[in-house]
């Protein structure tokens, strides 16, 4: 499969490099050759991406994720840049590659990850390793349908179906056809490229940090290129320029030390669920405002440049409501993009006892919740654990970090186990940065119309990494359509999307 996809490879650059030449398309014009080259071959590139999808990419399978990998450092050799798999042990490997430019007086790094969340067969529609085209949106009534053959018309409506179609081996298909598109066209990037592709990122990103220290040298940049996350939610390309930091904590409280008969204790023995409920409830008020003292007062102001961006952001959220079944949201309907600059408090789980047909008549021993603590640019993750502890405290609680022995449960009425889990920081570049200018020209280029640019986006992601310890700024180049499924069963990449793709890594390839 893979010969027959570099012989169509290199049947598409022949052609394309006729059908450059024949249209006259200016020989530096980056972006008409992308569009050249993809219109002769859409087969092509859908049947690569689809190679690369069918391969299990879970970071804790190490051998098919070591495929992954493989294969991809093979693509980047195929097209010219020197590329390497870096190893730590007992760490998916990074795949590396570096493409100097002559006279080039500025070097972009692109940043992807080619693994993915692990998956729940029983909810898909169909295998999530083994791709599948289908008309449409599954929800819309999409049907699939066989894969195109060469000179077939492609609708730009079709979606691919499969796990990390979105997120994020998308860009990797971007990208590799971009290149394929100025060879074809006979034409040089602009920049010095490197590319660092990770294989963790699902996982937590726990040997990044290693990684990045230990080959510094090789991953000197003026701009890193963080090609993840989809468009806005109006299906405008956005360039993002800032990731929300992570942290969080488990919250476990006691009652007594078994099940108790609610006919027999109720009204008499302390019920952990309450307990939780009452010590949860305590930490928002009804606005969605975060209760806990000082959670918002390390948060850094946004600068000007931003606060003009944020007056262009599509008036969206009237929508959004609509297509969420949300008669209202949090703040007095604030917009989502002001409440994506401070912090926010989430409980993702709550457990105590069973409900529904497991239900029983007793008094639960416990109550758990998980929560995630989304971080604002200046907030500090050890300090905002710091802070919820000691608000937990002032609800009379005393925190343990282990279960509690009989000693502790008879001296303490009301107690509180607490794990905490490492975090990371929020990351934002300044908007008015000189290279910043430049791509955004270039995705403007790309899109054929304005750009959504929001100074931050909702998720997190370890790009303090790239801003703090490679000293080099971030801008987020996402792709994945908004309604992509990201993480969840069915997910899919609509082909418009991709085909933004590809424009706008050969703009950013090409920038003046």
């Not at 729940?120 to 009534?141: C, F, K, M, R, V």
């Not at 009652?255 to 023995?269: E, K, M």
């Amino acid at each position: 499969m893979a010969g027959r996809h570099q012989l169509l490879r290199m049947l598409g650059i022949l052609l394309c490099a006729l059908l450059v030449t024949a249209d006259s398309a200016p020989a530096e014009d980056g972006l008409a050759a992308a569009r050249s080259f993809r219109q002769a071959n859409e087969a092509s590139i859908l049947g690569a991406f689809a190679e690369l999808l069918s391969i299990p990419n879970v970071a804790s399978d190490s051998e098919n994720i070591v495929r992954n990998a493989e294969l991809i450092r093979g693509r980047l050799e195929e097209r010219g840049v020197a590329a390497e798999l870096w190893t730590l042990n007992g760490a998916p490997p990074v795949v590396f590659g570096a493409l100097d430019v002559t006279d080039a007086e500025r070097t972009l790094g692109f940043y992807v990850h080619y693994d993915g969340q692990p998956v729940d067969l029983d909810q898909w529609d169909q295998p999530p390793w083994s791709p599948t085209l289908y008309t449409g949106a599954i929800e819309e009534g999409g049907r699939p349908r066989p894969w195109p053959q060469p000179g077939e018309a492609v609708d730009p409506e079709w979606r691919i179906y499969g796990r990390s179609s979105g997120d994020d081996k998308a860009p990797l298909a971007a990208i590799f056809a971009a290149l394929d598109a100025l060879e074809a066209a006979g034409i040089e990037p602009s920049s010095n490229l490197r590319f660092l592709f990770e294989g963790e990122e699902e996982a937590g990103s726990e040997h990044l940090e290693e990684y990045l220290r230990q080959h510094r040298e090789d991953l000197e940049v003026d701009v890193w290129l963080i090609c993840d996350g989809p468009v806005h939610q109006s299906r405008r390309p956005q360039l993002v320029f800032g990731v929300r930091g992570y942290t969080g904590l488990d919250i476990t409280v006691y009652g007594a030390t078994r099940y108790l008969h609610s006919g027999h204790y109720g009204n008499w023995a302390p019920n952990p669920a309450h307990l939780l409920a009452r010590l949860l409830a305590g930490m928002k008020d009804d606005d969605g405002n975060v209760l806990v003292e000082g959670f918002y007062q390390d948060t850094a102001p946004i600068g000007e440049a931003e606060r003009a961006a944020m007056a262009t952001l599509p008036d969206f959220d009237d929508d959004l409501r609509r297509e969420l079944g949300l008669a209202a949201t949090e703040a007095d309907n604030a917009l989502l993009a002001e409440r994506l600059l401070i912090p926010s408090l989430n409980i993702r789980g709550l457990e105590s006892g069973a409900v529904g047909a497991e239900a029983r008549n007793v008094i639960p021993t416990e109550a758990t919740a998980s929560i995630d603590i989304r971080l604002a640019k200046g907030d500090d993750p050890v300090k905002m654990l710091d802070r919820v502890e000691e608000h937990i405290r002032r609800q009379g609680y005393h925190i343990v970090r282990d279960e509690p022995d009989p000693a502790v449960r008879l001296e303490y009425p009301k107690i509180a186990r607490v794990s905490r889990r490492e975090g990371y920081p929020a990351a934002r570049t300044g908007m008015d940065l000189a290279v910043v200018g430049d791509i955004i020209g270039a995705a403007g280029r790309a899109a054929d119309g304005p750009l959504v640019l929001p100074p931050t986006m909702g998720g997190s992601l370890p790009l303090y990494l790239f801003t703090e310890l490679l000293a080099a700024p971030v801008v987020i180049v996402p792709i994945a359509n908004h309604d992509d499924n990201q993480h969840a069963p069915n997910e899919n990449l609509r082909l418009a999307n991709l085909w933004y793709g590809i424009d706008l890594m050969a703009a950013l390839l090409t920038l003046p």
